[in-house]
Nanobody, 122 residues
Framework: VQLQASGGGLVQAGGSLRLSCAAS????????LGWFRQAPGKDRETVAT????????DYAESVRGRFTISRDNAKNMLYLQMNNLKPEDTAVYYC????????????????WGQGTQVTVSS
C-alpha cells in the first residue's frame, strides 16, 4: 500500500488542522492505521492508531481530548483532526499502515507516507 499525507501547515496556538492520508493499493480496509510524529531532536512518537474495523482507537496522552483519528475505508482515506493545537505539537506527521489487525507500536507499521510538517506558533 502507498500512503500520501497532506494537510500540514503553520497555525497559531489554539488553532486547528486536519491531516489527510490517501492510500492506494490492495485491501486498505484490512490494515491497522496510525499517525506518528517526530520533532527535531526527538524520537518518533505514536500519536493515534485505529484498527481496521474501528473497534480499537488509542491516543497519546499528550493529544487525548484534542485530536481525533478516523478512517473512511470506502475512500481509502485516513484523517487526523487536530484541535486546540499547542507549540509542542510542532513536528513532521506521518501516516502509516500495518499488516496486523491492530497495533500501537510504530515498529510494527510496515508502510509509511512521506510526512507533512505541522508548525504551531505561540
Amino acid at each position: 500500500v502507498q500512503l500520501q499525507a497532506s494537510g500540514g501547515g503553520l497555525v497559531q496556538a489554539g488553532g486547528s488542522l486536519r491531516l489527510s492520508c490517501a492510500a492506494s493499493g490492495r485491501a486498505f480496509e484490512y490494515y491497522a492505521l496510525g499517525w506518528f510524529r517526530q520533532a527535531p531532536g526527538k524520537d518518533r512518537e505514536t500519536v493515534a492508531t485505529i484498527s481496521w474495523k474501528v473497534t480499537n482507537i488509542d491516543y497519546a496522552e499528550s493529544v487525548r481530548g484534542r485530536f481525533t483519528i478516523s478512517r473512511d475505508n470506502a475512500k481509502n482515506m485516513l484523517y487526523l483532526q487536530m484541535n486546540n493545537l499547542k507549540p509542542e505539537d510542532t513536528a513532521v506527521y506521518y501516516c502509516a499502515a500495518s499488516d496486523r489487525i491492530y497495533t500501537t507500536t510504530s515498529d510494527a507499521y510496515d508502510y509509511w507516507g512521506q510526512g507533512t510538517q505541522v508548525t504551531v506558533s505561540s
